[in-house]
């Protein structure tokens, strides 16, 4: 286990950066844990995770507006979801820029759907800097002082490997159950 840490602890920050390209938050809290530890550093951890962030939505948002053609087959298959986005959209104004960073499974599909539409680059990318910082900033910080709890409750997964499949059952379920949810028709 300890090999495993150190690893993680060597090449933390190039594993955080590409896994933030993509939303980063399991990363993110990790390695908050893992500075709580004094594995590595907080500040460090939240800024390469912000810029990952910025960077990921920001390269999502290019790639729907001028490279439609090559995203096609994808927006194709989230009809439904891409139509929950602009009515959040309507809704909630540019805000869901920010917000959609704590939400699963909208973190991709904001920047695709707004680019499909005339909402101006400068606007998204000002929104969007916001966003990962506000998101990076939290999740960094409640990863670093919730990181004693965590590191318990993975000693204690350690001792009864039982609990980690019905935990991850349980995590997963609720997560799908809310998505279909959320994006039933009505």
């Known amino acids: 286990m300890q090999e495993t840490i150190d ?11 590409l896994y933030s390209l993509g939303g980063g938050f399991v990363a993110l809290i990790g390695a908050s ?14 800024l390469v995770a912000c810029v990952a962030n910025f960077l990921g939505d920001w390269l999502l948002f290019y790639l729907a507006r001028y490279q439609k053609a090559m995203m096609q087959p994808y927006l194709a298959s989230h009809r439904r979801k891409l139509a929950l986005v602009h009515l959040l959209m309507r809704k909630y104004g540019s805000l869901i820029l920010i917000f959609k960073k704590y939400i699963y499974g909208l973190k991709t599909l904001v920047p695709l ?3 499909l539409t005339p909402y101006s680059l400068m606007k998204f990318n000002l929104y969007n ?3 990962a910082v506000i998101w990076s900033i939290s999740l960094g910080i ?11 409750g993975f000693e204690m997964i350690g001792e009864y ?6 935990f991850i ?11 279909s949810r959320a994006t039933k028709r009505i």
Do not use: C, Q
């Open 7 to 17: 690893l993680i602890a060597k090449y933390g920050y190039a594993i955080l950066f």
């Open 33 to 46: 844990v893992l500075s709580f530890a004094g594995k590595m550093d907080l500040s460090l951890s939240i």
């Open 113 to 115: 759907a707004i680019a």
């Open 161 to 166: 490997p039982a609990l980690a499949p019905a």
């Open 169 to 179: 059952v349980v995590l997963l379920g609720g997560l799908w159950l809310w998505l």
């Open 142 to 152: 409640a990863g670093y002082f919730s990181g004693g709890i965590l590191i318990k």
């Open 129 to 131: 800097a916001i966003g």
